[in-house]
């Protein structure tokens, strides 16, 4: 398998900052997008997680393959978009545990630019 920052993308990935709300199950995590494209995201959990990116409960926060639904605070335009989870660990690039996301549908070009734009 190849490392994660060599991995070909459809799309560029833009570094964001966004406050989020993700749905996993009938879980809620918040937590910060810390880069997006138009057919994903990288997102770091933050509430409800303990920094090795495990519940407190010592149940882990998301497993590959789980269907989750994002949401961007109003500041970032409100986007809810629903995705998969394609792989979880530590990322390298933001130096901090996450998950990334494939975006069910592509995120529309309107869109990604609020949210560029925004940050």
């Not at 964001?16 to 994903?40: A, K, N, P, T, Y």
């Not at 269907?67 to 990322?91: A, L, P």
């Not at 070009?109 to 949210?115: F, K, S, Y």
Request: aromatic share 8%; proline share 2%.
């Amino acid at each position: 398998m190849k490392d994660r920052e060599q991995i070909v993308r459809r799309c560029p990935r833009h570094l964001v900052d966004c406050v989020v709300e993700c749905q996993v199950g009938q879980s809620f995590l918040l937590g910060r997008v810390r880069d997006v494209s138009s057919f994903g995201a990288f997102l770091m959990a933050e509430h409800g997680l303990e920094c090795d990116g495990w519940y407190s409960s010592g149940q882990k926060a998301v497993d590959v393959g789980e269907h989750v639904t994002v949401k961007f605070s109003r500041e970032f335009g409100g986007v809810e978009i629903s995705g998969v989870v394609r792989w979880e660990g530590n990322s390298p690039r933001h130096g901090c545990r996450g998950f990334g996301i494939e975006f069910e549908a592509e995120l529309q070009n309107g869109a990604l630019t609020q949210l560029i734009t925004a940050h």
